[in-house]
């Protein structure tokens, strides 16, 4: 069926109408060519009549001559290769005895009545092609006389003509083959050069029928009634033929069916049901084309294997599988109707030209009612219409493909709802991002492919306020924000996920320092600084973010994901949006767990070092006072410094014995140096957790009556986190203390977060300037300014100020015209054991206190 499809918008329809469009008529071709045809071989005829033409040996009437042409043409034998199907006449035996039994008019009329006999009445031919047919016996008749006569003229019936008769039968075969395939050629618009198959099985039942011709003249030249039993054993051979053709074509078909019914159900799990279904239905039904409509939640699609299809809206009958034929009427053509539930009737149609073969169409009938329809055309050789027994093996077929299309439909909606539900296992349904589960499979996959990679654990600020204020729906909107904005600042390739709550993960892929974890934080931090719009209101979080790195801090997914935790949690303690994973700030690490008992072992028996880095007036440069710094002499580990324990003390209840300790040293040092007659003070350091014990303030008095040292002596430095961390708490405790005499300074001022105001309120004796800035403030601007002013603050404000971390003279140079009064710092002394403090003591200038003196008294 050759054509297009028209109309794009079909599935707009509740009736589809697609026609086909038939190609302009080459009917007027094939009429030329037949009319050349008829001339040459009515040529030939004439010339053959007046040749004087020798008298027939043998004596066969015409009319049984005709009789046999037509059997041979009603009952041709049918010979398949691959697709092709090739259609063997066994006319060339009746032709090879007419050389020898009648005349020339004879042969001619015998073949052409015979055969238009077979060709009107049991195959049914139209003129067009009945035309073709007779003028191409015609001329491969006469041009057989021809090869015959001119190489045998006698026309005796003799071994000597054999071979003329061979040549006879293989001329007009050629001619015939050759006009057939011009004709098809015209008709179809294209050249068929492929005939090589055909030309070879031709020539073979050419050589067969002729023999067996032979073998007939030379019975009826002996023993004319022996071509009975030639007659009987040439239907018995065609019977028999016919029979097994019958048996084999059956079995192929049973194979075909089982192969069928295998390759649809493999197809079924692979997606491709249609291609399969319409590529076998071609082949069972030995069919040109075939097609499938198929009901579709988008409407009814068309499948097909060229493209081409024609339907039109008529009364729809799904009850039954129908075969049709098109009237072989000049300008109809067939027209098939498909519902838009599937359903296929048919109809003739009229098209101007048109011209189709044979098909057959079927419901594909489910079991909710039709879903679609399937159809083939066109039979393969055009030797075989679609039979009886066709309707049944079609009709099994588009059962089948009804039942497995509606698996295919159930196996594609199991797979979605499986990727749905795997996608929902591994998502959060509220951001769609990852989940906790997800996330930790990534990281264990990445940590085995051994990539180095970091774990960054954020955690909103501030996001209970928002629920509380605005409601758990707005909060909901505002995580789904934070979600994507924090997406928009990943590289490629890195991952996000939300873990739970105002809690997200993210995973960081090829990291090869913590400085560029840190820079993809910050960039992080920098998205999340802006205001987010949340029910008319623009929204301000923070967020805190703690890093894990692998595989320094760990190499599986619980224990990068516990440290990230952990130094998100420090990075919340210390306010500084971002901290790395510190094993001393985690309480629950090995080396911590280990270290803890190793510290509470060092306090009882001793092991801890009480240093003192001396204080200097920087105009004098007399000593006017000792930071005592503790240190820890480790029986393994060697000596282990203050920042590697004092967290540790800090979070698990040995932060009082601790700083009993060493204040207690301090201040018995202290009283030890005072009676050598050196009045200098001490400083303690105190933290914040040490500050908010019950208990300081009297285990302070305590000290300071045992040790008999007055509470002026004795300053205990404050961090500013430490104080306005809980000022409430804070506040009355400072005060008591003041109370005893004890001095406080405030330690490393300027890293904090106290206004002046606070400042104002607070009972500080001293402000130590951090030594981030001192260390800098010679080659830095911004330092030295930073200095500069806290020095006129604490001139202002009447405060003495210490600058720590001073290393060289130019800084103490610098700081002495900025009005620091007090230093101290490498530039003087490290800290020193004790019995090294007395004797840098024993060396320093003595203090004599006069008014140009600074003493550092309590407020």
Partial sequence: MDGQVLDGDVLDREILDIVVKPRANPAPSVVALTIGIIAAAAA?????????????????????????????????????????????????????????????????????????????????????????????????????????????????VEPAAWG?????????????????????????????????????????????????????????????????????????VVISYQVQRRFRDEHHRLEHLYRFSTELGDAVLHDRVITTLLHQARELMHAEQAWAYVVTPAGLVQVSTNGEAGVDPADDDDSVVTTYTPRRAPGHNLHLQVHADGVATLADCPLPGGQVRAGIAAPLIGTSGPIGTLVVADRRGDVRPFRAEDLHVFSTIANHAAVAIENADLVGRLREQAAEADFRSHHDSLTGLPNRAFFADQLTANLEAGTPLAVLLLDLDRFKEVNDTLGHH????????????????????????????????????????????????????????????????????????????????????????????????????????????????????????????????????????????????????RTVGAEALVRWRHPTRGLVMPDDFISIAEHTGLIRPLTQLVMGEALDQAAAWQAAGHDIRVSVNLSARS????????????????????????CLELTESSIMSDLRRSLPVLERLRGLGVTFALDDFGTGHSTLAQLKRLPIGELKIDKSFVLSMTSGADDAAIVRTVCALAANLGLPVVAEGVEDESTADMLRGMGCGLAQGFAFSPALPAAEMEAWLATAPPIVLDDAAPRLTAL
């Fill in 164 to 236: 003329p008769a061979l040549a006879a039968a293989l001329t007009g075969d050629l001619i015939l083959t050759i006009t057939i395939v011009a004709a098809i050629s015209l008709y179809q618009r294209r050249w068929e050069p492929d005939i090589s198959w055909s030309s070879l099985v031709g020539t073979v039942a050419t050589a067969v029928d002729t023999c067996v011709g032979l073998v007939a003249v030379t019975l009826l030249r002996h023993q004319p009634s022996a071509v009975g039993l030639l007659a009987v054993v040439l239907l018995m």
């Fill in 44 to 156: 030939l005829t004439i010339g053959c009549l007046e040749g004087g033409w020798p008298a027939p040996r043998l004596h066969v009437p015409w009319l049984a001559l005709a009789t046999a042409f037509a059997l041979a043409e009603a009952f041709p034998v049918h010979v398949e290769h691959r697709r092709e199907t090739l259609s063997i006449s066994v006319s060339n035996i009746p032709l090879v005895v007419g050389l020898f039994t009648v005349g020339p008019a004879g042969l001619i009329a015998a073949r052409l009545t015979g055969s238009a006999a077979a060709l009107v009445m049991k195959r049914r031919q139209g003129p067009l092609k009945l035309s073709v047919n007779l003028s191409s016996f015609w001329l491969e008749t006469i041009s057989a006389l021809w090869v015959f006569h001119l190489l045998h003229p006698s026309g005796a």
């Fill in 691 to 714: 500050l908010l014990q019950p208990t300081l303030v009297e285990d302070v008095a305590e000290l300071l009556t045992r040790s008999g040292v007055a509470g002026v002596d004795l």
């Fill in 474 to 621: 707005n909060g909901d909107t505002l995580l789904q924000q934070v979600g994507a904005r924090v997406r928009s600042a990943l590289r490629h390739g890195d991952m996000v996920a939300r873990l739970g709550g105002d809690e997200f993960g993210i995973l960081l892929t090829d990291i090869g320092s913590e400085s560029a974890a840190e820079q993809v934080a910050r960039g992080i931090i920098a998205v999340l600084e802006q205001a987010f719009p949340v029910a008319d209101v623009a929204v301000d979080v923070g967020a805190s973010v703690g890093i894990a790195t692998s595989p320094a801090d760990g190499t599986d997914a619980d224990t990068l994901l516990r440290r990230a935790d952990v130094a998100m949690y420090a990075a919340k303690a210390d306010q500084t949006d971002i901290a790395f994973y510190r094993p001393e700030r985690d309480e629950y690490s090995p080396e911590r767990l280990s270290l803890v008992g190793e510290l509470r072992h060092a306090i009882q028996v001793g092991e801890l070092e009480v240093h003192y880095q001396p204080q200097v007036e920087l105009e004098s440069l």
